[in-house]
């Protein structure tokens, strides 16, 4: 494509094949499953061991609990695939948390939410990136001494893939995913077989006896360990939410597509948590909080430096064999799926910050789609915070995943309410009585799932408040007091800057332009300034130049004579030889007397191609223009004149706007753009759309 | 004066004042003494050390020598100063070494200097700093303990002085710096009475013998080591040449003025260098290159734990007596005064920079005096290098001073030699004997400076080359290739925009001029925009809206209707919600039907008070703008509208323009531009001047 340098052909061709291109994108149920079960999946890899983990702090016994609070956590996942299924049918358009919350909850529950979300994503990369790294580690010890340089590694290593705008498709997350599901199946099939068939399975750590933090626990304690827990396991939700965001890039019909790949997703994700927690137990897999002095040996701490291999690496060497090539293949394939997990919220980061630009939450220069630069400060940001939250928690998932479950569950919890309200609000207008049964039975799902993730959500805060899960409540408070400080400040200005309502009220109308072209020599860059300038037809028309020097003055008029040129070339003086103070003085004086006329500056500026050439040239005339725009009743005029490295930023350019964003393929072909159930939401909420 | 906020009345009365103070700041010879002598005296703190130091490698019996290594340096400095009062007659202009040398040996051996003296800026900071707070540790332990901190945080706390532009006076320089002579006179007198009173004085090290690592040195090895011991040294010689520059800076007669003070300032540092070195044999001060295991303590080595205070403390320490007033007194004044020397730099730095930007080795924008942009750039980065090499080099002010004698006998050398140059072009034409003989004696003394400071180059070259020169010399190359770059940059850009020298043989005049407004809402700021282009009379004129939500874009087409605004609107749709490429597209479209057209686009921009503020507007105009500037026939004018929050950026943009630049006072008022003497320079090279 690049290789066609006719420019209209480029246009044309390049346009239809992107058409193309997103017309074939959309995605079949067997490659929308690998897209968007990544995320969710993958959380399989550290659930179970945080479960365990929390367990083991009333000793080894209390694991008989660990597959009752999967199947707690179970319940919850089908109540929250169950709810989103009715969100995906009600909004088929792609209407995320965000949207939900804000039409039917108000524009705070839809902050809130989009608040939770941009936590959320954050975590997602440390959490994700930093279980992959574990997983990695039980098979290449290296991940074990260098974890966080692993995981800043893949952290920055992601970053610049999707800063470059790496052309997806649906096979790069289809391979690593089936190959984690299938891997994961295969596991739980031959331990289940070894099993029945007599074998003794012995995880790594079965062996060693957990030392009991508080032994004997009863009653309320108990009950408070076991919601740990279960808290802790919940972060097994996390990623479901994300394909109500993408119904769009689902073939038709989109709506029943999506739920039942939802369906699909949920349902492996709760057989192979259960699979795995099973062979966990059975192979008597020993976890501990603080393994260095918590895991005994021979009634021996196992000390600093023992590994606590990840549940999963657990479970595979007890079926496979310590270093067999399942396990191998299985830690890879689970690392992999973790980092496109990560890779997810790198797409998904940027897509929420330009739906939030759009409603004016964010800069609005981020609302525009495909552009990349709102894509690249969104990327460099997330990259940003989660490799601060990875070197500071030492990239610790277990430490990680104390932060991570409250963001997805605030937005569980406002998303389901804000269904409630949605059917609600249709079942007023609604007579069909076929529909008006499907709505309430829509409404009472989405009431229970609204329920049972408040309560969740509860039991997390409470469980977890003090172990971490301030720093993400935090983080979104801070997320949210910024997004409404750009929020009222756009509100402020557009009051400023908004038209009188009669014509001709704002101001008096300017009656006469006088224009100044700014000379220093003259060369090709000044007389096209000056014959632009001429065209214009201006009241009056004066060159300007700045007495710097002397010698160089006296050249500059003998060839202004010489060339008789037909403009008066006025020179200012300039004691301290600076440029702009005397220009600007000179502008002023002209305003002062005559103040309904209009100052037309133009300067002749170069063009150039490198970042490095912008600091040699021009500085002068961006300071000076700055400075002028200060000064009411003027207008600066910018001629340009293309040095001949400008042809190699100009190649660069065209390379930028044929750049495709990462994470366009989850999101669709561009549709038009989001109306449909908004009618709460403030009509000016598109303001920034066209603002240029 | 910034009480005054009336502007006309500001200017005028501002403007008046700042003449009158440059008017006052002419210097007499009291006062220019401390404001140029600061650097060159301040080295008398740390060359009799570093004398000392090289020496006792061939153990404490080669001290002997040390009196007549300082008479040899006491020589090369008569004989430096004997040249540069010839400089001083000849350029009253205020020519440094990068000026003679650049008009009497050609750009080359200018820009060598000048890379020289850039690389000895540097240095001049690192080296006064380090010993600056060498000498506060004799006083206050705690700077012995955290030297690099102590000394990073001095480079920080100038480099933030000098940005906000201290107003200098010449008493800040004058209390320092006569503070230092005066102890160090009266240390010396002190000295010699108790001396002549048969006291015993003895220096803390005089207990300590030295372990010559390498004794009964004889022949070439010992001539080598005198050598090397001389080279150190001449550190003292550092800063003589500043006076050279600031010649205009002195009360008339200037020349004459200027010579008498350089003579004085010789005189001063021979005296109190020779005065030191005495006492320091004297009172036995012992030091060694690695005191740690160098010096023995009854015969075992003194540790990592032993302090090698700089000679002057110890001296002082000898004579007033450990941490009397005296002895605190004179620490204090000796780190103020190495301070202030590296302030020096923080001055020269840019002006050089300035210099060379006008002869177009560096960006040209640094030319313009008084601009407080090029000063921060420079001494921003002054500062940097100097810290990186504090750091590098842990604040040790001996390893520091291996790097810092090459630059300045490279512009010696270069300076002298171009005297001589200077001299014989004068006494081509010259008839008046009287004036010929006075210039052959001048010519001698340059010659004979010239050769002996070439010398002293090879010897200091010899002798430190491996121990860090090399290091120095690399910086000079890594300059001189830079500033050969960018010159070569502007000759290439100055030719290929050089006007053809019949008139309008440039290029096709264009014939119509075609306007467009760019529109995204009917607000204040597009309303001006369009009633502006309207005054300007161009050929044809026209609204452009981008369609990126079909709603916004019928709300803006029925207000255009409601208000019966005459000019047409267009409407350009963008299936990719992109704003800048369906622009160009346009703009190019037109461009392709009539070539011979100018298009003069009109951009709405909201003028802002605050950085962050710019974040959220005008990002797309900004884009959009860099983009269309790469299209040949387009000009692009910015119509501001200021938002009130602008008035904050309008008053902080004219409290910069009263900033001041630091370093005014060693520079003198404004004259006019250099021109003196300059016939051999080309004579374009003050292109940078007035372009903006």
Chains 1, 2 share one sequence.
């Not at 597959?67 to 009715?86: D, G, H, K, N």
């Not at 108990?222 to 827990?229: M, N, S």
């Not at 409404?484 to 008096?508: F, K, L, M, N, Q």
């Amino acid at each position: 494509m690049s290789k066609l340098t006719d420019l209209p052909k480029r246009i044309l061709i390049g346009r239809a094949l992107r058409s193309d291109r997103l017309g074939e994108t959309l995605l079949p149920k067997r490659l929308a499953l690998p897209v968007f079960a990544s995320d969710s999946l993958s959380s399989v890899a550290y659930a179970p061991g945080e479960v365990l983990l929390v367990l083991s702090i009333a000793g080894g016994a209390a694991y008989h609990y660990s597959p009752w609070i999967v199947v707690a956590v179970a319940v919850v996942m089908f109540t929250v695939v169950a709810s989103y299924r009715q969100n995906v049918h009600a909004y088929p358009s792609g209407g995320g948390d965000y949207e939900v919350a804000t039409t039917n909850l108000g524009p705070r529950a839809g902050l809130t939410v989009a608040s939770a979300l941009m936590v959320d994503y954050v975590l997602t990369v440390a959490v994700s990136i930093a279980s992959g790294i574990e997983n990695l580690g039980s098979a290449v010890p290296f991940f074990v001494t260098h974890k966080v340089l692993g995981a800043v590694a893949v952290i920055l290593l992601l970053m610049v893939m999707n800063l470059r705008g790496v052309r997806e498709s649906g096979t790069i997350f289809a391979i690593p995913t089936y190959a984690f599901v299938f891997g994961v199946f295969c596991m739980i099939a031959w331990g289940i077989l070894r099993i029945a068939t007599g074998h003794d399975m012995a995880a790594p750590t079965a062996h060693l006896t957990i030392h009991a933090e508080s032994s004997g626990l009863g009653g309320f304690a108990l009950v408070f360990l076991l919601l740990r827990a279960f808290s802790s396991g919940c972060a097994a939700l996390t990623g479901v939410e994300a394909i109500s965001n993408g119904v769009p890039a689902f073939r038709k019909p989109k709506s029943k597509n999506a739920a039942t790949t939802l369906a699909l997703i949920g349902l492996l994700a709760v057989t192979m948590l259960l699979g795995i927690i099973a062979l966990a137990v059975n192979t008597k897999v020993r976890m501990a909080e603080n393994p260095a002095t918590d895991l005994l040996d021979h009634g021996k701490p196992v000390g600093a430096g023992f590994t606590q291999n990840p549940v999963i690496a657990q479970v595979a060497e007890a079926v496979f064999g310590h270093n067999s090539i399942p396990f191998i293949f299985l830690a890879t394939a689970t690392a992999l799926v973790l980092f496109l997990a990560a890779n997810t919220a790198y797409n998904g980061f940027p897509v929420l910050g330009s739906i939030l630009a759009q409603d004016r939450y964010l800069p609005r220069q981020l609302h525009t789609r495909g552009d990349r630069l709102a894509f690249s400060n969104g990327i460099v940001l997330l990259a940003g915070f989660a490799a601060i939250l990875v070197v500071i928690y030492g990239a610790d998932s277990t430490r990680l995943i104390q932060l991570y479950i409250v963001g997805v569950f605030v937005s569980f919890t406002l998303s389901q309410t804000g269904m409630v309200r949605h059917w609600n609000r249709h079942l007023r207008t609604e007579t069909d009585p076929a529909k008006r049964r499907h709505m309430i039975r829509s409404r009472a799902i989405n009431a229970f799932g609204g329920f049972l993730t408040g309560l969740v959500l509860v039991i997390v805060l409470l469980t977890k408040f003090t172990h971490g899960a301030w720093v993400a409540v935090l983080g979104m408070v801070i997320f949210y007091a910024t997004m409404t400080a750009i929020r009222r400040h756009y509100t402020r200005v557009s009051e400023e800057i908004a038209a009188a309502d009669e014509p001709g009220e704002d101001y008096v109308l300017p009656s006469r332009v006088h224009s100044i072209v700014l000379v220093s020599k003259l060369h090709k860059p000044t007389l096209r300034a000056l014959s632009y300038a001429k065209l214009m037809r201006s009241d009056s028309l004066e060159a300007l130049s700045i007495n710097v020097d002397p010698q160089d003055t006296r050249t500059l008029q003998n060839e202004w004579q010489n060339r008789g040129i037909d403009v008066p070339l006025k020179i200012l003086d300039s004691p301290y030889r600076e440029i702009t103070r005397p220009v600007i003085d000179y502008v002023k004086g002209l305003r002062r007397d005559s103040p309904r006329d209009v100052v037309s500056i133009y300067i002749p500026e170069y063009v150039v191609g490198h970042w490095y050439e912008h600091l040699l040239h021009n500085q002068s005339a961006l300071r000076l223009k700055g400075r002028l725009l200060f000064t009411p009743g003027v207008m600066v005029t910018s001629v340009p004149w293309q040095l001949e490295s400008s042809e190699a930023a100009k190649l660069r350019a065209r390379r930028r706007a044929d750049w495709s964003a990462p994470g366009s393929i989850r999101r669709g072909p561009v549709g038009p753009p989001r109306t449909a159930d908004r009618e709460q939401v403030t009509p000016g909420a598109g303001a920034g759309s066209g603002q240029v």
